[in-house]
Each structure stands twice: as C-alpha cells, then as structure tokens.
C-alpha cells in the first residue's frame, strides 16, 4: 500500500518547455488535488477532482492543466514553463467522509 | 486578510514542555480543521483533525477548536526533539466540501 505517489522527484525546465506531472494513488479516494508551495505563502490548491472524469480550478491555475485519467491517477501539465512556476508540487488525495488529505512526496521543479 | 492565519514562528520549546501553536480563521462558517506536521523537504504529514468544540486527544497530541472565536490550537505534551518540524493549520468552510485553505504555518523547534 503505497498511498500517493508522485514522479518525478525532481525536475529542471527551461523557459518554455513543457513537462507532465504524474500522480497516483492506491487508497480508493474519489477526490484528488494538486497544490504548490513557495516560501512564505504556503500550500495553494492548484486543481483539484472530485471524481473520476470531472476537474476544478483551484486558487492558482493559470498555467496549469490537468487530467484525471481514472480513481488511481491525475497529471497536471504546464504547457509552457515561466520562472514563477518554479516550486515544490505535492499531490494529494482525500477521503469524501472525513475531508482528509493525504500528500505524496512532492515534486521539486525549477525552471530557468 | 489571510482566511488562515498562523504565527510563523520560530517557537522554540524546552524538550519535555507543552508546545502551544494557535491557528485563527476568517470565514465563521468553517467545518473541519486540521493539523498537519511537515518536516524540512518532506510532505505534510496529517496529524490531528477536529470537527467540533472543544478538545480532542491523541496521544501527546491535543486539538483544542473555539467556533465562537474562530481558533484552532494544538497542544504537543513531552516535547520530543523529533516534533520539530512546520505545523500546518488547514480549514474546510463546509463539511463535505473537501476544498483545504491552508495557513503559512509555524515552525517549532524542541531545545534539547
């Protein structure tokens, strides 16, 4: 049982290049979430899926696109990297009964 | 105004004292708090959640919710030197709504 899952581990961009974020999670959870932190303003939702096949924004989702593929997996993708989406990426998963999340290791991308 | 509001700290706290971290809340319509530890470089860790008034105990652990004055704290008992890490307060403005607004947190160090 592994929980949430999350690749890669770390990444670096340059301006302009696009990459996909990988997530998963083995906790049979309707509702999954990508968040972003940066020093100072702590975790701010990005996206977010309350079940399979519908998608949200967040407070943060200029930039930003996600997919939810099935329960287990939900990517986001940044088309077209800037500098100011240099930042750690956790995803997270929730229990609809409680409202508990649960993060995976998180994400660490720079773009240059 | 910040909708979760923490002092940032740092909180330093003898090892074996009651560390004390307090967390406010704007919107008054709000449901379900949590508690999150984070280690440097690590994901939140859910540590403590609460529904309604009142305290409520796990272990070394206590969460104590005030609706009316819109607060949330967490009391740590016996201070350990592994407590020190970033606590995050988060907040749900209704049951079922999933959506966590996350305060800035407050580092707490346990002094040996």
């Known amino acids: 049982n592994a929980g949430v899952t999350q690749t890669p581990k770390f990444q670096v961009l340059k301006t302009g290049q696009s990459m996909t974020l990988q997530c998963a999670q083995d906790?049979?959870?309707?509702?999954m979430y990508w968040y972003r932190q940066d020093p100072g303003m702590g975790l701010r939702l990005i996206y977010y899926?309350?079940?399979?096949?519908?998608?949200d924004k967040g407070e943060v989702p200029n930039g930003y696109n996600v997919s939810r593929l099935n329960k287990r997996e939900f990517s986001l993708r940044l088309e077209s990297a800037a500098p100011s989406q240099t930042s750690v990426y956790f995803c997270?998963?929730?229990?609809?009964?409680?409202?508990?999340?649960?993060f995976g290791p998180g994400t660490r991308l720079t773009v240059l | 105004q910040k909708e979760v509001e923490q002092n940032s700290g740092p909180l330093s706290v003898p090892e074996g004292a009651i560390a004390s971290l307090n967390c406010t809340y704007s919107?008054?319509?709000?449901?379900?708090f949590f508690w999150y530890r984070q280690y440097s470089g690590k994901s939140p860790e859910l540590i403590m959640f609460?529904?309604?008034?009142g305290d409520k105990e796990d272990g070394r652990f206590t969460a104590q919710l005030n609706k009316a004055s819109q607060y949330v704290s967490l009391l740590i008992r016996d201070s350990q030197p592994s407590d020190s890490a970033t606590y995050l307060c988060?907040?749900?403005?209704?049951?079922?709504?999933?959506?966590?607004?996350f305060g800035t947190g407050t580092r707490l160090t346990i002094i040996p």
């Open positions: 919107d008054r319509g709000s449901q379900s």
């Open positions: 899926s309350a079940s399979e096949g519908t998608t």
């Open positions: 988060a907040v749900t403005h209704h049951f079922g709504n999933e959506k966590l607004t």
């Open positions: 609460i529904y309604s008034n």
């Open positions: 906790m049979n959870h309707n509702s």
């Open positions: 997270a998963s929730g229990s609809r009964g409680t409202d508990t999340q649960y």
